[in-house]
């Protein structure tokens, strides 16, 4: 069974640019999560899918940051434009079930780092 | 608010050590689940174990056990026997029922494995 997918893994683009991060979740998968993962801490949620619906946005700075999941299968999260800060690994993550609390098994694909010159 | 601590920044053992990562919560809620993930190198986090609130029994397997303690509110990890393979970043991490965030990771525990 093919695991998450992300594209690109690594990406250099100059400040003020935009970017986009593409992820494919596991198969019958319906929710998906977005993370941003600083040098050297832990991931941090930045938005949280039930199929198509966005339930937990909270913490995606919405001025610079977008996600969608227009099917509720694959999603792509966009900055537009990035600064130097944005430098980070961003993280897809998918598990089965759904609710308010996430408390299932998720599985995580292997990131795309992005560098902000 | 909720809140996860991993006090141990970085940790080295010598192979076939035992080593025990420790992991602290904070929550207003009754209900939540406790995870451990490990990071190895190539970046994939991979699911270890999950914990509910309610289920204080401790767990093993193979090399791997887990020490949940509601009255200290931590939830530890220990490797016996340590390997080499072992070596990686551990993230404990919380999720309430009730409140707060969705999902929070501690900062990780490094644990470096040397032959």
């Known amino acids: 069974e093919a695991g998450v997918v992300q594209s690109p893994r690594y990406k250099i683009i100059e400040k003020k640019q935009p970017v986009a991060f593409w992820c494919n979740p596991i198969s019958g998968h319906n929710t998906l999560y977005w993370y941003l993962q600083n040098l050297g801490q832990g991931p941090e949620l930045l938005i949280r899918y039930e199929n198509e619906e966005a339930v937990d946005d909270s913490q995606l700075p919405k001025d610079r940051f977008s996600a969608e999941r227009l099917k509720g299968v694959d999603s792509t999260l966009k900055i537009q434009p990035a600064e130097l800060g944005d430098s980070a690994v961003y993280l897809c993550?998918?598990?089965?079930?759904?609710?308010?609390?996430?408390?299932?098994?998720?599985?995580f694909g292997p990131g795309t780092r992005l560098t902000v010159l | 608010a909720q809140k996860v601590t991993q006090a141990q920044t970085e940790i080295s053992v010598v192979e076939k050590e035992d080593v025990t990562l420790d992991c602290v919560y904070e929550t207003r809620d009754t209900t939540y689940y406790l995870f451990w993930y490990k990071q190895p190198p190539s970046g994939e986090l991979v699911f270890l174990i999950r914990?509910?609130?309610?289920?204080?029994q401790n767990e093993i397997s193979g090399r791997y056990s887990w020490n949940f303690q509601k009255s200290t509110s931590s939830f530890n990890f220990t490797i016996t026997a340590s390997q080499v393979v072992d070596s990686a970043v551990y993230f404990c991490a919380l999720s309430e029922a009730n409140y707060g965030q969705n999902f929070v990771f501690g900062p990780g525990t490094r644990l470096s494995v040397l032959p």
């Open positions: 993550a998918s598990s089965l079930g759904s609710g308010r609390v996430s408390y299932n098994e998720q599985f």
């Open positions: 914990r509910n609130s309610f289920d204080e």
